[in-house]
């Protein structure tokens, strides 16, 4: 099978199709952005992107994403290697503390604002609803993710 992840092609052998898409993406390709937090559906922190929607994945496996866009935190960064605008934010309004929960928040972030590049704060709060942040109190986040919201314009 096929699928694109960080902008690169995969073409992935048939014994790998039924693995765990979070032991695919950490252990043979060391994307360990990808997090495993509660493995419920419940905390986000395994959200990724598919096809520009955010996918919490610690459910799915590899042929899930068949034939789709995958991004992962990793291939966020610009193409000389610096931050995207949103992961800056999150490090200028101190939206990152233990860092654990921060590559799902931002990717689903990123996906709000593919889709609506001026939410109002309580569209960016709806749309980290399933995304959970024992740190930082939230604020910190949505301030950042509305700052960010310009480079999306
Ligand atoms: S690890 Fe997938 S939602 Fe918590
Ligand atoms: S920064 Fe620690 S869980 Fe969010």
Known sequence: MQTTINKKLYNIPDELKDIRLTDFLREYLDLTGVKN???MRACG?????VNNKSMRI????????????VLTIEGMENEDGTLHP???????????QCGFCTPGMVLTAHA????NNSPT????????????CRCTGYQQIVDAIEAASVYYK
């Open 37 to 39: 937090g509660c493995e």
């Open 45 to 49: 922190a395994c959200a990724i992107l």
């Open 58 to 69: 610690c459910h799915a496996t590899v042929k899930d994403v068949e034939n789709c866009d």
């Open 86 to 96: 949103l992961q800056q934010a999150f490090i200028d309004y101190g939206a990152i």
């Open 112 to 115: 709000l604002l593919l889709s």
């Open 121 to 132: 704060r309580e569209q960016i709060r709806k749309a980290l609803q399933s995304n959970l």
